[in-house]
Nanobody, 121 residues
Framework: QVQLVESGGGLVQAGGSLRLSCAVS????????MAWFRQAPGKEREFVAA????????TYTDSVKGRFTISRDNAKSTVDLQMNSLKPEDTAVYYC??????????????WGQGTQVTVSS
């Protein structure tokens, strides 16, 4: 089992920044990649970003490229998502996920409880 706990969400004005953090615990040796997804009201959950175990390979959905940065600290067992230049359309519940076998949009089996990000115009 793997446990994921997100933190760092909140309310921010458009153009502002937030940093989300995901604390990972449990059977971390079974994790190859980590990812962030989000779900806006009335929409399906969508991929945001993913990172490999070494942290040297990342991928992003087009709408956040150049604004969001995913990173990981294996010593602290955390995965962060730095979000800059936020837009109202970034408003969603953000979920941490264990990711697939390779860096990509495929989610893994474990999810956090989610953290709300609200961007006001």
């Amino acid at each position: 089992q793997v446990q994921l706990v997100e933190s760092g969400g909140g309310l921010v004005q458009a153009g502002g920044s937030l940093r989300l953090s995901c604390a990972v615990s449990g059977r971390t040796a079974s994790i190859y990649t980590m990812a962030w997804f989000r779900q806006a009201p009335g929409k399906e959950r969508e991929f945001v970003a993913a990172i490999n175990w070494n942290g040297d390979r990342t991928t992003y959905t087009d709408s956040v490229k150049g604004r969001f940065t995913i990173s990981r600290d294996n010593a602290k067992s955390t995965v962060d998502l730095q979000m800059n230049s936020l837009k109202p359309e970034d408003t969603a519940v953000y979920y941490c996920n264990t990711g697939g076998l390779v860096v990509g949009r495929t989610p893994g089996p474990y999810w956090g409880q989610g953290t709300q990000v609200t961007v006001s115009s």
